[in-house]
């Protein structure tokens, strides 16, 4: 090795034990929030500390250099910082010291994996037999009433159940929990439940109604053709009704529906004054199924008669009322139509908003509170980030911001939808009084709670006080980071969460992709996945894995790019659809796939056939694969 060589290792033994100081020198500046967590994880601890100090400094150089004598360039440390840097001292050393040092050599990295692996084990349960990710799935309002559908989740893969508290209520929460425990028995499967706790819902307030009126029309072809006639139900549905959805038409004389024939024609004046006619197609005790060949406009008290029906008049099934009136109808749902360079009043009146209004708009905001948490300069979203402005105005109880992102035609902006604030500095807790009194349920039914809208390590002391190590030692804690504050203060939200006992993270990528930036969102989540390892907290990967499969049941191809990408994480979450249990065995079959390849950020070398030039070459001795050589 020449000279110049020696010195550049030199050189480099200087700069990593400057890095081993700064990161020591962080563990003793934390050492009263390490000695605060539980025993067992105090050595995820000092590694999380270790490791937020070590990515505090760009060694991007340091790496190359490293890389270029074939020594570790420190790029995979996650899991074990301290002892990396110390076996590259001791290798460095060994180099560029004429008698090979002094020092004993490193007794041996330990296995951050394996802490990661226990507390993925503790708090979501064994690992799969074919997959190292579990699968996690919201249950819909449908799993409270049928039992099947629960059943088959868990049959297709799934691993625990997670359940909105934000919605259905606990009667139905409750049913959902038996049944999940009911399937758990006739499958011998495992699956455990998470609880969401909703948090605060900041969302945009009511706006004025539209008319209260009702449109059926059928379905045509581009040329005019039905397809498919249009359909309502007069009076009352039956509760066993199947097949596809269709409007309710309320009625002042239910029963008059009731008493139709098949094949029966009933004529009105539409709202508009046109003539239209509907053909029963079935009927129920209290009302029947029509059809329609032309689009027809319903509104409360348009008066429905029947043609004569001889054949019913002959038996005495006739009704004795000749005509019934539509009863009333739901007003139809407004919106403001919001345009770039638009104005937009974010106000605490909750009086619903003018839908007609043009280039200024007001609409409330659930919760007041927060306005005086913001400031001029700061963004604002709304509707997952579909509407976007900046705050140019802030007022007693009001706030203005000047829109810059909309649609190019405009975009509807509704009521209840939801407000993003990312660069204020929000005063709000991320328990409710809501949460807390649902808290009382999820004690009672859950392995898992799951806390929503956490921005500080406060948020997380605030539910920990609100829990008896005791008497609540069986429910472990999953934290959903949805907002830059809870990013930015991720080593010290873990520091906290780790005087619990089991414990782990969701990346809530809905919220943190609106806060911030779609653009941003790839590097966010990479960035969580990689402090969680060194903490050896398990991650949940959520928000829109698999989505288009599941709600329409077909898959996009970047959707199962993104779901192979969550094998790096020790869980993913799939959202309710009509074709979720689709999406669970596609999920299941690609996590399976994957494992062999990646493992966090490590490639793993497994041996790949698709590139077998040899044909019939005889296989290792021991190796088994599929039957078709030419894929790997």
Request: charge should be neutral; glycine fraction near 8%.
């Amino acid at each position: 090795m020449s000279s110049a060589e020696i010195e550049e290792l030199r050189a480099l033994l200087e700069e990593v034990i400057r890095l081993r100081r700064n990161v020591k020198h962080a563990e003793t500046s934390s050492g009263g929030k390490i000695d605060a967590v539980r025993p067992r994880h105090r050595e995820s601890a000092l590694n999380l500390v270790h490791y937020a100090e070590l990515r505090r400094h760009d060694i991007r150089d340091l790496q190359s250099r490293l890389s270029k004598y074939g020594l570790s360039s420190l790029g995979r440390t996650e899991a074990h910082v301290l002892p990396s840097i110390e076996s590259l001292i001791w290798t460095l050393t060994r180099l560029v010291t004429p008698d090979g040092g002094h020092t004993a050599p490193p007794t041996g990295i330990p296995d951050g994996g394996e802490l990661l692996a226990r507390n993925a084990v503790n708090l979501l349960g064994p690992k799969p037999e074919d997959r190292s990710t579990r699968i996690m799935v919201t249950l819909p309002g449908e799993a409270a009433t049928d039992p099947s559908l629960v059943r088959s989740m868990v049959e297709r893969g799934m691993d625990l159940a997670r359940i909105n508290c934000a919605h259905d209520g606990p009667p139905s929460w409750r049913l959902m929990v038996d049944h999940v425990r009911a399937a758990e028995e006739a499958t011998g499967k495992r699956c455990l439940i998470a609880m969401d706790l909703a948090g605060p819902k900041l969302r945009t307030g009511p706006v004025r109604p539209g008319p209260r009126v009702l449109r059926v029309k059928p379905i045509r072809s581009k040329t005019g053709k039905i397809l498919e006639p249009g359909r309502a139900w007069l009076g009352e549905p039956p509760a066993t009704a199947s097949g596809p959805a269709v409007p309710v038409i309320p009625l002042d004389d239910a029963a008059w529906a009731g008493s139709r024939r098949p094949g029966q024609k009933i004529r009105l004046d539409d709202a508009r004054g046109a003539r239209r006619t509907l053909v029963v197609e079935q009927t129920a005790p209290n009302g029947c199924l029509v059809m329609l060949e032309k689009t027809a406009y319903f509104t409360p008290g348009i008066r429905l008669a029947a043609a004569p029906d001889h054949e019913a008049s002959r038996k005495g099934h006739n009704h004795g009322r000749p005509s019934v009136k539509v009863g009333d109808l739901p007003a139809v749902e407004e919106s403001l139509l919001i345009h770039r360079g638009d104005s937009l009043v974010l106000t605490s009146s909750l009086d619903p908003a003018d839908n007609a209004s043009v280039g200024t708009h007001r609409i409330g905001c659930t919760l007041a509170g927060v306005l005086a948490d913001t400031r001029t300069g700061e963004r604002i979203w709304f509707d997952d980030g579909k509407v976007g402005g900046v705050i140019t105005a802030v007022g007693p109880g009001e706030l203005t911001a000047r829109i810059t992102s909309a649609a190019p035609q405009g975009t509807r902006l509704r009521a209840e939808k939801g407000i993003n604030l990312p660069d204020s500095r929000l005063t709000l807790s991320a328990l409710t009084e809501q949460d807390i009194a649902d808290l009382e349920h999820v004690r009672e039914l859950a392995d898992i709670v799951s806390m929503s809208f956490v921005r500080s390590a406060a948020d997380v002391r605030d539910l920990l006080a609100r829990l008896d190590p005791g008497q609540d030692r069986n429910l472990d804690i999953l934290l959903k980071i949805e907002t830059v504050a809870a990013f930015n203060a991720l080593p010290d939200i873990l520091l906290e969460l780790m005087k619990w006992a089991d414990v782990g993270v969701m990346i809530a990528r809905g919220d943190l992709a609106v806060e911030a930036g779609f653009e941003r969102l790839a590097e966010v989540q990479e960035e969580i996945l990689w402090l969680c390892e060194a903490a050896h907290v398990p991650v949940i990967w959520a928000t829109q894995v698999l989505d288009t499969l599941a709600r329409t049941g077909r898959p996009s191809r970047a959707e199962v790019t993104d779901a192979a990408m969550a094998q790096r994480a020790e869980c993913v979450m799939l959202n309710k659809g009509p074709f979720i249990n689709e999406a669970i065995s596609m999920l299941a079959d690609i996590l399976g796939r994957m494992q062999d390849h990646t493992q966090k950020k490590r490639s793993l070398l497994r041996r790949l056939r698709a590139w077998d030039q040899t044909g019939t070459a005889a296989r290792t001795e021991g190796e088994t694969g599929g039957t078709n050589p030419s894929w790997s």
